[in-house]
């Protein structure tokens, strides 16, 4: 067997077994064959044996220096190998034999086993069919290898060889995120869609893979010429495959392509690309019941949120009597802001003890996916309460008695529905009672805000006035007021000492010439996975955010092309594309009392 051990005649100690066993269990991939599970598991037995006698270093720092590839045999770049070539590859030290599964790429894709050599530092490659001529192979070792103290490798490894007389040189690189934080071992798969046009990563193999290293950053090298369309998600299985439903995963802003001389046509990919993961919920979109609350109003529950753009359309709800098959007429709708997932719909009156059929159609959800339309109906019984509950407030920011607020804040309020404020329904005033004049705006149907004209005093308390006469519903009731004063709700807040933070500025600005829409700019304290701070900008421009505690940040950033107020990740099937988002390459350090600028934030096409 040209001079490989016959591992199969090897007499195991019977302490070894179970590990065997269990190794044949984990060899799902076939990643692995049976002679070098025997060498796996006596590996693990002669390295006990050796850390039994050697004992360990007396004294000295702990071993964290990570494991790195430091030859291949052939070499990498190496052209005309032969069709049946089993490339070697050593490392700087042991390598955790188990790490090795699932760890280990092949692009294209071709089965293959990993034969660990017994000194550990070597891995052998054995494809089990010839290569295909004239095809450049692309091995990829992911962070998942590990040495024998488990430190992960920093980046993957990517080497690549030729059947042919040249190695392919396109390439794409990008930055995986979930949470606003950096996802390090991201999986990344890549498809040529000339051969398959409608990739589905739950279902389809992808032409290429890698995995993203310690700060969420991969690299496609060698890539052929073609387009290509690339997903990212996070196995949380540990199954190697995307798992819709559970896995976070992140779909693309566009295709790429890649032309003769490695680079994109059309300048579509002349930057990196960004994902932003999420979980995708498979099952579409459905109505769960419906629920009258009086005469004149009804609850839709879906099955999760709707897209909150398409909502307010009453065109997309249609009522009829079950029995007399009358219509009843749909005059607004919005989003319960207690339940995203909950849809109010105000209706002309309803005949009490009718039986109703609802009918929803046109909605999509927050993926883009439309809801089911063959759960989209419920029936409902006309109600005999005659007068609605009256109006509440259900939040105002800054809270009561909240502290440190930003001089620079913008005051918002939560209604339970939609409501009309007349002119000095609501009052901002100082400790001497000098009012604070400001703008009021609706940023949805149930939520206001307003901008004071000036920049609030540092380190001074103010009062927030809700008169309950001057803000009433579509039916004329005021707003609910309880406590000392029922016809005013009364709110107080503090502003920050400046001296006590710092600050970030800088520009955004957009490569793409025909970009559209609002930019929300979001700064997440490292490690955080809820933003400290998000600000939104009608177009490229400067920003800035005050009062930032002192530590190290992420700036993220989106384009709202669709206008709905949030970032849409797309849908990989049917294909939707992700909204343009980045995150900056560097982390920002922010100092008491400094402010920290001329930050760039450069979103590409």
Not at 85 to 92: A, M
Request: glycine share 8%; aromatic share 8%.
């Amino acid at each position: 067997m040209n001079g490989t051990p016959d591992h199969s005649a090897l007499k195991i100690p019977d302490g070894l077994a179970r590990l065997i066993g269990l190794a044949r269990r984990l060899d799902t991939a076939r990643l692995i064959g049976p002679a070098c599970l025997v060498a796996m598991a006596c590996l693990v037995g002669l390295v006990a044996v050796a850390c039994a006698r050697e004992g360990m270093p007396p004294g000295g720092p702990r071993d964290r220096i990570p494991p790195w590839v430091v030859e291949t045999d052939p070499p990498a770049g190496s052209t005309h190998v032969p069709l049946d070539v089993s490339p070697k590859l050593t490392f700087s030290e042991r390598i955790q034999p188990r790490s090795i599964e699932g760890n280990l790429f092949i692009a294209p894709i071709v089965e293959f086993e990993a034969e660990a050599s017994w000194r550990g530092n070597e891995i052998t490659v054995r494809f089990e069919e010839p290569l295909l001529a004239d095809r450049t192979y692309i091995i990829t070792v992911g962070t998942g290898f590990r040495d024998m103290r488990s430190n992960r490798m920093d980046s993957t490894f990517v080497y690549a060889l030729s059947t042919g007389p040249s190695i392919e040189e396109g390439e794409v690189n990008g930055l995986t995120v979930h949470d606003g934080q950096p996802a390090r071992n991201t999986y990344v798969w890549a498809y040529n869609l000339a051969g398959k046009p409608e990739p589905d990563p739950a279902g389809t193999t992808p032409d290429y893979l890698t995995q993203a290293g310690r700060d969420g950053t991969f690299t496609f090298n060698h890539l052929s010429v073609g387009r290509y369309r690339l997903f990212a998600f996070l196995d949380q299985g540990r199954d190697r495959l995307y798992d819709a439903g559970v896995d976070p995963i992140g779909v693309p802003t566009r295709d790429v392509v890649l032309s003769e001389d490695g680079m994109a046509e059309d300048g579509l990919a002349d930057g990196p690309m960004w994902f932003r993961m999420a979980v995708n919920d498979t099952a579409a979109m459905h109505v769960m019941s419906a629920r009258v609350s009086h005469r004149r109003a009804l609850s839709i529950f879906l099955s999760e949120a709707p897209r909150a753009d398409m909502v307010r359309d009453t065109g997309a709800y249609a009522i009829a009597g079950v029995e007399e098959g009358e219509s009843l007429e749909v005059t607004s709708a919005y989003l319960d802001p207690a339940d995203p997932a909950t849809i109010v719909l105000i209706t002309a009156p309803q005949v009490r003890d009718r039986v109703y059929r609802l009918t929803v159609t046109g909605l999509e959800n927050t993926w883009s996916e439309p809801i089911d339309t063959t759960e989209n109906t419920a029936e409902f019984t006309g109600s005999s309460i005659e007068n609605p509950p009256a109006p509440r407030l259900l939040e105002v920011h800054p809270g009561n008695r909240s502290k440190d607020v930003a001089q620079s804040v913008e005051l918002r309020f939560s209604f339970s529905e939609p409501v009309t404020l007349e002119e000095g329904a609501v009052v901002l005033r100082d400790t001497t009672d000098q009012k604070i004049g400001g703008d009021l705006r609706w940023i949805d149907a149930t939520v206001a805000a307003m901008r004071p004209d000036l920049m609030l005093q540092p380190s001074t308390d103010y009062e927030i006035l809700v008169l309950a006469g001057l803000v009433k519903n579509g039916f004329d009731q005021p707003l609910q007021a309880t406590g000392d004063r029922p016809d005013t709700l009364a709110y107080t807040f503090s502003t920050i000492d400046p001296e006590s933070y710092g600050s970030l500025s800088g520009r955004f600005e957009d490569e793409d010439p025909a970009g559209a829409g609002a930019v929300g700019i979001s700064l997440y304290q490292l490690r955080d996975s809820e933003p400290a701070s998000e600000i939104e900008l009608a177009g490229p421009g400067g920003f800035r955010f005050d009062n930032v505690l002192p530590g190290r940040y992420i700036l993220q950033a989106y384009r709202d092309a669709n206008g709905n107020g949030k970032f849409d990740y797309g849908n990989a099937l049917p294909f939707v594309p992700a909204e343009r988002s980045m995150v900056h390459p560097d982390t920002l350090e922010v100092r008491l009392g400094w402010e920290t600028e001329d930050i760039t934030l450069r979103l590409n096409r």
